[in-house]
């Protein structure tokens, strides 16, 4: 079994399209993403969307995608947007803006 430094990290970059601004979207996904291990934040963007950013191992990134897409979130998910990309490092803690 490989250990934590054999796995690659990576960072996810998920926009959140639906009614998830104002019913607790963001602190649920700072609490599932705590859970995981991850590090990043997730924030309010002015069309509606949450954009999160999440950094850690690959499993635990996508493990936050599913759980962002899976219906168990407060408010309503209509569509999540990914990016996949290198992570910048840096970042402590997981933080709502």
Same mark, same amino acid.
């Given at each position: 079994?490989?250990?934590?430094?054999?796995?690659?990290?990576?960072?996810?970059?998920?926009?959140? &399209?639906? &009614?998830?601004?104002?019913?607790?979207?963001?602190?649920?996904?700072?609490?599932?993403?705590?859970?995981?291990?991850?590090?990043?934040?997730?924030?309010?963007?002015?069309?509606?969307?949450?954009?999160?950013?999440?950094?850690?191992?690959?499993?635990?990134?996508?493990?936050?995608?599913?759980?962002?897409?899976?219906?168990?979130?407060?408010?309503?998910?209509?569509?999540?947007?990914?990016?996949?990309?290198?992570?910048?490092?840096?970042?402590?803690?997981?933080?709502?803006?």
């Amino acid at each position: 079994m490989p250990t934590t430094a054999d796995q690659p990290t990576s960072r996810l970059t998920a926009w959140v &399209h639906g &009614h998830v601004q104002g019913v607790g979207f963001r602190w649920w996904t700072r609490a599932r993403a705590l859970e995981l291990g991850l590090v990043g934040g997730a924030r309010n963007l002015s069309d509606g969307r949450v954009e999160v950013v999440a950094e850690g191992l690959r499993p635990d990134c996508e493990r936050l995608l599913a759980l962002l897409r899976g219906g168990g979130s407060p408010g309503r998910v209509d569509t999540v947007v990914e990016r996949w990309t290198e992570p910048r490092g840096g970042i402590t803690g997981f933080v709502e803006r």
